[in-house]
């Protein structure tokens, strides 16, 4: 992703670095999770544990997700931290 992308006014990157946490731990370590809403407003969770995907709908479960999708933004670099974490590794693979 380049640095126009990630300006974008609907695009936001933050970084999660592994040792972020709680004595290393972090709040991402079970896998991806993409949260939605349907046309209907309904709210969605994707989930990929273990090379499966889950689409979660249960409202209940949902909200449970949304704590932690929070959780980990708040431990996550924030949007200009990313990125020039981003360009840094970059820079250092070039």
Known sequence: ???????????????LPLDRGPRGSYAGDRGPMKAGETKDHDHVVSMEVE???????????????????????AQALSPDESLGLIERLAGEQQ
């Open 51 to 73: 090379d499966e995907s889950n689409l979660v709908s249960n409202r209940t479960k949902v909200s449970q997700l949304a704590q932690r999708y929070a959780k980990i933004r």
């Open 1 to 15: 992703m380049g640095r126009a992308a990630a300006q974008r006014f609907n695009v936001t990157v933050q970084v």
